[in-house]
């Protein structure tokens, strides 16, 4: 990836890592999907898309019509044109490898490097993946080594660690050069935090208690939990952190403990995010529990009597009814309207 936003910058005012990461995807063996797609995000947000159906790099972002961006925007687009060329050559070369002329596969790219604007420090990685697998995996912070899950790759890359560590070293400074710019312009959007709504939830009596904080941007720093004011980790599993419809990121963390248990002793679900000054804690207790679970309410004797007794005679007015009917149809075919 070749990103030639060298220019003079204003720092942004941030305190903490953010990352850049630009993907481009490739399908073959399916009409009607783009050859070729790329995705560039800032912190999780969308900042611009392209693939080969549309032919066009589409901003994201209100800020990137910005008339002082537009260089930047020139250059972006320029990038990518150079980019495509160079994923086109790494699906020729894993085609070949893989000797393969036909059937559906997938190929990616990613470049991501981070940046903290305080220490100045940065990490770029390059990867490359192949139907669902990592292929070449290129990492700049440990000193450029590079692994394989596949021995014809492992062919490929012998002898050109060097050269590949210095390729990538070029790439990360200029990857946070464009980074810079982004937050520069896109400070208002980039630097805003939305606190968490964080819920506890039960699908039903006995299922686990689920522990969701949702709503919040950035995404979510940790989730944890505690037992009687104690770190606790056994049966608990956290999922990956996932994106809002509106921008926005949401995750959960599942207490697999059984019920009995919870109720004896205190388990607490604690968020950490960015926003906070204070790290939310939730007991886990039954009035804090949303549920879809509606427990049967035991009724006494003196209702079932009653709701017996209001059955009865609504059945036995059903039946007058019905008798009186066929009363007034036989008298009428007898010439009287009348029932006696």
């Known amino acids: 990836m070749e990103l030639y936003c060298l220019f003079v910058l204003l720092a942004p005012a941030c305190t903490e890592i953010t990352s850049y990461i630009n993907t481009y995807t490739g399908i073959s063996g399916i009409p009607g999907l783009p050859d070729i797609s790329a995705l560039t995000t ?12 549309i032919k066009k790099l589409i901003s994201k972002q209100g800020w990137m019509n910005n008339t002082d961006f537009s260089e930047t925007w020139k250059m972006l687009i320029e990038d990518n044109s150079r980019n495509i060329q160079r994923f086109k050559m790494y699906t020729n070369f894993v085609k070949k490898r893989f000797n393969q002329t036909g059937g559906v596969h997938t190929y990616q790219w990613m470049y991501v490097c981070d940046w903290n604007d305080e220490t100045g420090d940065s990490h770029g990685q390059n990867m490359y993946g192949y139907d669902g697998e990592d292929l070449i995996v290129l990492n700049l912070k440990y000193t450029g080594s590079i692994t394989s899950s596949h021995h014809t790759a492992q062919t490929h890359q012998e002898n050109n660690d060097k050269v590949q560590f210095e390729i990538l070293l070029n790439i990360n400074n200029e990857c946070v050069a464009c980074l810079k710019k982004f937050l520069e312009f896109g400070k208002d959007v980039f630097k805003t935090t939305v606190q968490p709504e964080v819920h506890l939830l039960q699908r039903n009596a006995s299922s686990p208690v689920v522990c969701l904080a949702t709503g919040s941007y950035p995404e979510i720093e940790n989730i944890s939990w505690k037992k009687n004011g104690e770190d606790y980790h056994e049966d608990v599993e956290t999922r990956e952190t996932l994106p809002n419809e509106d921008g926005t990121f949401q995750k959960r963390s599942i207490l697999k403990v059984k ?3 919870w109720k004896k002793n205190q388990y607490s679900c604690v968020v950490q995010h960015k926003s906070l000054k204070k790290a939310i804690q939730m007991i886990v207790r039954e009035e804090e529990i949303k549920t879809n679970h509606k427990p049967v309410v035991p009724t006494n004797n003196i209702t079932n009597v009653s709701g017996l007794v209001v059955l009865v005679i609504g059945l036995l007015i059903f039946i007058v009814l019905l008798v009186c009917v066929w009363c007034r149809r036989k008298r009428s075919r ?7």
């Open 42 to 53: 800032v912190d999780g947000k969308e900042v611009y898309y392209y693939d080969s159906n």
């Open 259 to 261: 019920p009995e248990e």
């Open 334 to 340: 007898a010439g009287t309207n009348r029932c006696i």
